[in-house]
């Protein structure tokens, strides 16, 4: 019988949203219920969240004051001791489960899939490799927990809730001292999360500098769509690195995409391969996002762009 | 003896678009432009410039593969490192298998900071640092965008999803660059040439106590889910239309 565990990304106040998708990809293979380990200091708000998602059978909460800020090398000799309960230990591909879950693995001897995208039965699971341009189908050793990562945009979040039980754990395990947290720089902007939106407008080279990157973000606010930026725009210093959408980026699947001045370099198709509807405006007919998009406006984005945030502006006053 | 240990990556070369074979096991890569990983070239410009910055006195860079891995273990001799080190293997590795080879290495050499790539572009699995460094006890920093070095510590800029973090770790410790680490030298045709003389130490996965082992199987290899042609508009007008028909805009 499979017992799956997936560890909870969070800020210590709010279960992050990647965490239901995984949830939401998992359930089917835990009739019992997916657990979910919430390491923090206090955790009690983020362990009742997470008790309320559909798909969840229990919820272990370890608080011990050196879970926060979340560290990989404290976190991973817990999850390490965890694991030898189940047959599956998960967290969302993002960059907290890419630093985390192939390091608590490599404490069980084990290795890790990273990247999950879909799951064909409990030790068959299907992910990309070559930056998404092929896509491998991989059957893990039974024998031993399989530690993965599991792509967030490629599974729905559970749509319905629970009332799960909280299990305070306390672990007898001796954590390094060896990582300490020094500070964290973030943009702390405000709309919707680039990596959940169902709307997302990333800007590129053609932005040209700020005045261009004004442009998008007045678009976006129109829209209630997400900021992104090409690797272009992040190097050029016009925004921030966490914004970046592509395969070293973020990975992306809302339902509809807005490229501004965006060349489409393959790393950053790959990061948007899975959206709904892929919209280029470029001035450069030839770019490669224009033979990737499904709707091509070929303009000046400094014209066009002011001229769509008019017509939806008056949509919205008719 | 301060000493850097860097691990690379000989892979498809990122300008080459790959094809796969028809009957899905795997990639074609007969007569295909091989390359050192782009993020393992990023790794190991930041251990040059290190030493240049004298904090450290020597770069050890370290692969695993066939004897054509020499091509890319050359040119990092030619970028600068002061040894090459080759771990004879065929076939895919996995990471596990990897960073046990290299905390092998890392057990004989004794570096005070490993640094790799965060990822190779070609299996993207992101995860041979993490090991390597849950296998040794050591810190781990992955993702890093900036790195300053102390006397007995490391502290390290990581882009991460929510922007930087900045983590400081006791040394020995391993880090994995990111893109915005650093942007590599060129190699000039002398410094290739010259590296063509140099030796290249070869160890054997049986003479480190490695047993190369398989724990996931791939069973096959396929395209994508592809997308259908796309249309051109001609108007901002005709765009809207569109994405109103289709219920994309509010």
């Known amino acids: 019988m499979t017992r799956v565990l997936v560890i909870a990304e969070h800020d210590d106040a709010e279960l992050a949203p990647a965490t239901l998708n995984v949830i939401g990809a998992l359930r089917a293979l835990a009739p019992q219920g997916v657990d979910v380990a919430v390491l923090a200091a206090g955790g009690e708000s983020v362990a009742r969240s997470a008790a309320r998602i559909g798909g969840v059978g229990r919820v272990r909460l370890l608080a011990r004051v050196e879970n926060s800020p979340c560290l990989a090398a404290v976190w991973a000799s817990q999850v390490a001791e965890l694991a030898s309960e189940y047959t599956h230990v998960l967290a969302p591909a993002t960059t907290f489960g890419k630093d985390l879950i ?92 680039l990596q959940t939106a169902s709307t997302v407008v990333v800007g590129g080279r053609g932005l040209g500098g700020p005045a261009g990157v004004a442009l998008i973000e007045g678009l976006a606010a129109r829209l209630g769509a997400a900021v992104g930026a090409s690797r272009a725009a992040v190097d050029s210093g016009w925004m921030p690195n966490e914004l970046q959408v592509g395969q070293t980026g973020k990975i992306v699947a809302p339902g509809l995409y807005l490229g501004i001045g965006v060349s489409g370099a393959i790393q950053h198709l790959t990061g948007i391969r899975d959206a709904g509807t892929i919209v280029a405006i470029n001035k450069d007919a030839q770019a490669p996002i224009c033979a990737a998009a499904d709707i091509v406006l070929v303009a000046d984005l400094f014209t066009a762009v002011p001229e769509l945030v008019d017509r939806l502006d008056r949509r919205g006053a008719s | 003896m301060r000493r850097i240990l860097v691990g690379l990556k000989r892979v498809i070369d990122h300008g080459v678009r790959v094809h796969l074979r028809p009957d899905g096991s795997g990639v074609v890569t007969d007569g295909v432009k091989m390359s050192l990983n782009p993020f393992c070239e990023i790794a190991l410009e930041e251990a040059l410039r290190i030493r240049e910055a004298s904090r450290a006195d020597e770069v050890v860079a370290v692969s695993l593969g066939p004897a054509e891995v020499e091509q890319q273990l050359r040119q990092a001799l030619a970028m600068g490192a002061d040894r090459a080190i080759r771990i004879e293997a065929e076939g895919a590795l996995e990471p596990l298998t990897v960073a046990r080879s290299l905390l092998a290495v890392a057990e004989r050499e004794q570096p005070f900071l490993i640094l790799l790539g965060k990822q190779a572009i070609d299996s993207d699995n ?125």
């Not at chain 2, 047993?211 to 005709?238: H, K, L, M, N, Y």
């Open chain 1, 102 to 193: 192939p390091r608590a693995a490599a404490l069980r001897g084990a290795g890790a899939l990273s990247d999950i995208v879909a799951i064909d039965g409990p030790y068959r699971f299907r992910r990309p490799v070559y930056a998404g341009n092929a896509i491998v189908t991989v059957e893990a050793d039974p024998e031993r927990t399989v530690f993965a990562t599991v792509r967030p945009t490629a599974f729905s979040a559970p749509a319905d809730e629970a009332d799960a039980p909280i299990e305070a754990l306390t672990l007898d395990v001796e954590l390094p001292a060896h990582t300490r947290f020094v500070e964290r720089r973030g943009d702390h902007r405000t709309g919707p999360d």
């Open chain 2, 126 to 250: 992101n995860q041979t640092g993490q090991i390597l460094a849950g296998l040794w006890g050591r810190p781990q920093a992955t993702f890093a965008s900036e790195i300053r070095l102390g006397e007995s510590t490391v502290t390290v800029a990581r882009e991460i999803d929510q922007g930087i973090e900045v983590l400081e770790l006791d040394l020995p410790a391993v880090v994995t660059a990111d893109l915005r680490l650093n942007e590599p030298r060129y190699v000039k045709l002398p410094q290739l040439l010259k590296a063509k003389k140099l030796p290249i130490e070869t160890l054997t996965l049986t003479g480190l106590g490695i047993e190369p082992e398989s724990q996931f199987r791939v069973i096959e290899t396929t395209p994508p889910p592809s997308r259908t042609a796309g249309i051109r508009v001609e108007s901002v007008d005709e765009l809207v239309a569109i994405l109103d028909e289709r219920g994309l805009i509010p």
